[in-house]
């Protein structure tokens, strides 16, 4: 999981800043840690 420099980061590199940051951090949050950590995971993005 990223922390919020290197989201602070990708957001400048491809040149958009997401109003909810948390929604970044999910994309790159895989199945298998959310669950271990009880998070969402990026699949549920895959619905929207």
Same mark, same amino acid.
């Given at each position: 999981?990223?922390?919020?420099?290197?989201?602070?980061?990708?957001?400048?590199?491809?040149?958009?800043?997401?109003?909810? #940051?948390?929604?970044?951090?999910?994309?790159?949050?895989?199945?298998?840690?959310?669950?271990?950590?009880?998070?969402?995971?990026?699949?549920?993005?895959?619905? #929207?």
């Amino acid at each position: 999981m990223p922390d919020k420099t290197k989201l602070a980061q990708i957001q400048k590199k491809i040149g958009y800043h997401f109003n909810n #940051v948390n929604l970044l951090q999910q994309a790159f949050t895989r199945k298998s840690f959310a669950s271990r950590n009880k998070q969402q995971n990026n699949e549920i993005l895959e619905k #929207v």
